[in-house]
């Protein structure tokens, strides 16, 4: 197997890293994780706030690594989390078998979120939280999503606002990132690809697209050109 052919496989990315998306990133990261602990540490006490912090965690990564990306955007982190939260208390109070809740919590907040279009993955890890937590956790019964899910996930939010807006090309949520200017894009010798004909497409395909309508047509317009570019047509007799 050739190394190549290994690291699709696996799904090794080789896109190039852009160094200064990396720093950006990792202080949004560290901004937002600290503005997650000390609004839950305003509110809690700092023994409490940090046993939150590891699903947040997750969820800083999304909004500072691809805060463009359809699972990062707010409707997806606060509803994933909320609906996630839920769930998990639910099945603590419920479900005996710390097991069987446990994997019950994961599971049906995996099918939640899928149904009510907000998957976000750490919403996975806020419900398993709610059944593998401490007895503090169990204690605060339903109240655990608003305090300290919601307030942790608020916090976070406004922090991905505040550093992705400092950018253009990154400017959080997604809707309202700058746009690049209609000719920079604007096809030439193939078709154009409007609004009904990719909610058509997607309807085909019997998965999530973790990608913005936007981005699609961008990668079709740009690999077309490229591809044109290698492969002129000849001009007309």
């Not at 339903?142 to 406004?158: K, R």
């Amino acid at each position: 197997m050739r190394l190549s052919s290994f690291f699709d496989l696996v799904g090794l990315s080789r896109h190039e890293i852009h160094y200064t998306e990396v720093l950006i990133s990792a202080v949004g990261g560290f901004i937002g994780i600290a503005a997650i602990y000390f609004s839950a540490q305003w509110v809690f006490d700092p023994q409490l706030a940090v046993l939150i912090v590891p699903s947040m965690g997750a969820s800083a990564v999304l909004l500072f690594a691809a805060p463009n990306a359809p699972f990062s955007q707010p409707w997806n982190l606060i509803v994933g989390h909320a609906l996630s939260a839920l769930i998990g208390v639910a099945c603590w109070q419920w479900i005996p078998n710390l097991i069987i809740a446990a994997s019950a919590s994961v599971a049906l907040a995996i099918g939640v979120m899928y149904v009510s279009r907000s998957i976000h993955p750490p919403g996975g890890a806020t419900a398993l939280a709610a059944v593998i937590g401490s007895d503090r956790i169990h204690a605060l019964g339903f109240a655990y999503e608003f305090q300290p899910i919601l307030i942790n996930v608020l916090a976070l939010l406004i922090a991905a606002i505040v550093v992705n807006g400092f950018f253009r090309w990154r400017r959080y949520p997604a809707y309202i990132k700058a746009k690049p200017e209609p000719e920079e894009f604007e096809p030439t010798d193939y078709p154009p690809i409007n609004h009904e004909d990719f909610v058509y497409a997607l309807s085909q395909i019997d998965t999530f697209v973790d990608i913005s309508e936007d981005d699609l047509i961008r990668i079709y317009q740009l690999a077309t050109r490229e591809s044109q570019r290698k492969n002129p047509q000849k001009p007309s007799q």
